[in-house]
């Protein structure tokens, strides 16, 4: 009865040992829930906000700059200045500019290169997060340091330093790795060729008239076809398979590859603007010069051992329509490289063309008087275009022997005179051969038109 009358006492003035002991080890469990909680949430709000740094907002960033890269020109509309990007859109619309700053990684765009965007849009969360710029560093396809920004293939964004405002830790992230196409391997990429490569090939009708004659090497692959309609005249003969699509008129039988069949269409090879652009971009990279001040150039040019020398490359530009890089006297000339002449381009009196390259006009060519171009050399290695929609995009006469490929993607090719092709002819328009010189193209089954760069 005692104990109990003390317990009661107890109980009434104050708790049990054993009651605070229980009592300390309800509040503990309750503040280690409240802490494990509490740091869950921590962890929790931190690993979120790693992930943040992780991502660091790239999914907009990345498919932008993605974008851009897939939608620019070649690799010498890539401006490299120490932490800006500068890239030329292919359709020539304007220029696209990447900028890293101390907060925020920026994209704005611009009508030139040289001119400050109006407009800028940030692609990375600045409030969040602080940025230590990287660095633009230029690569070869192997890795090494190129000697000329001609030998770049890629461009990197590097070492860029991303550090969480809220959290001491930082973290180094590559940003970006673009690869841009180089002047040799313009995109999209070219192939080699079609399947079938065609002594003559149009998309139009063929027409070949007098004395004229296809051979090639080894006998009986000169191969010609029209998308549209052939005629024959005279004693012409064709030294292949002869076929087209529309109909098919002569006075004459066959061929030594038999007579003329029809056939379905073959597809012609043609540029998008984008290689277009492309091909432009390439020929700037080798400089730049007005048409009328290279004509001015040609006209001062010093007469050595009986005639002048020149190098055809670059880009030659035009404020106007109808120009043409002209050459009249005797000259020996050089091609270098892609040659892109807003222009047209017309060879009279003794002409001879020496080296490789493809050289495009946008107005016709006109070759005349004695014209040699690469005699000798590998037809192959010399492409003459022009993107002119007229008839005579291309037209030869008087005593021409052009060795190379002759291509007019958007116009018709005619040939007289004396003229004598060592290569092909491909064009979008009609071709039209007339000339009492036999053979007036001889074609090498081994050609290749990789030096068109064009889609097949």
């Known amino acids: 009865m005692k104990r109990l009358r003390r317990s009661n006492h107890s109980f009434q003035h104050g708790l049990t040992l054993i009651e605070v002991m229980v009592g300390s080890l309800i509040m503990a469990g309750l503040v280690g829930l409240i802490g494990l909680v509490a740091m869950n949430s921590f962890k929790l709000d931190s690993t979120q906000r790693g992930n943040d740094l992780n991502h660091f907002n790239f999914n907009r960033l990345t498919e932008?700059?993605?974008n851009d890269v897939h939608a620019s020109s070649a690799l010498s509309s890539a401006t490299v200045d120490g932490k800006r990007i500068v890239l030329q859109k292919a359709d020539g619309s304007g220029f696209v500019t990447y900028e890293i700053g101390t907060k925020a990684v920026k994209r704005g765009e611009s009508a030139t290169?040289?001119?400050p965007p109006q407009k800028w849009e940030e692609l990375t969360d600045s409030s969040m997060f602080s940025i230590a710029a990287g660095s633009f560093a230029a690569f070869k396809a192997d890795g090494s340091v190129p000697a000329s920004m001609q030998d770049v293939r890629r461009i990197d964004l590097k070492d860029l330093l991303a550090t969480l405002n809220n959290n001491p830790q930082s973290k180094k992230l590559p940003?970006?790795?673009?690869?841009l196409r180089s002047v040799a391997a313009p995109s999209p990429s070219p192939s080699a060729g079609p399947a079938k490569v065609y002594a003559v090939l149009t998309a139009n009708n063929f027409t070949y008239a007098g004395n004229t004659g296809i051979t090639s090497t080894p006998s009986g692959k000169a191969d010609v076809h029209a998308n549209g309609n052939l005629t024959r005249d005279g004693s012409s003969n064709i030294d292949g398979k002869v076929t087209y699509v529309g109909t098919y008129t002569t006075d004459r039988g066959g061929h030594s590859g038999g007579i003329p069949t029809k056939a379905d269409p073959v597809k012609v090879p043609s540029y998008t603007p984008a290689q277009l652009q492309s091909l432009a971009n390439s020929a700037k990279a080798n400089g730049n010069k007005d048409i009328d001040q290279a004509n001015s150039d040609l006209d001062r040019t010093p007469w050595q051992g009986g005639k002048r020398y020149a190098t055809l490359k670059g880009y030659y530009s035009a404020t106007t329509a109808g120009k043409k890089l002209a050459f009249g006297g005797v000259w020996e000339v050089t091609v270098e490289g892609v040659v892109y002449i807003e222009g047209g381009l017309q060879t009279n009196n003794t002409f001879v063309l020496k080296g490789n390259g493809l050289v495009i006009c946008t107005e016709p060519i006109v070759t005349g008087g004695n014209t040699q171009m690469r005699v000798g050399a590998s037809p192959s290695d010399l492409g003459l275009v022009s993107l002119?929609?007229?008839?005579?995009?291309?037209?030869?006469?008087?005593?021409s022997l052009i060795t190379g490929i002759l291509f007019a993607p958007n116009g018709g090719i005619m040939l007289s005179g004396g003229t004598k092709i060592t290569g092909c002819l491909l064009a979008g328009g009609a071709i039209d051969m007339r000339s009492n010189s036999v053979p007036i193209v001889e074609f090498n089954a081994n050609q290749s038109l990789s030096v068109l760069q064009a889609t097949y």
């Open 64 to 66: 932008a700059f993605y």
């Open 113 to 115: 290169a040289g001119s």
């Open 175 to 179: 940003l970006l790795s673009a690869y």
């Open 388 to 399: 002119s929609t007229r008839s005579d995009a291309i037209s030869t006469g008087g005593t």
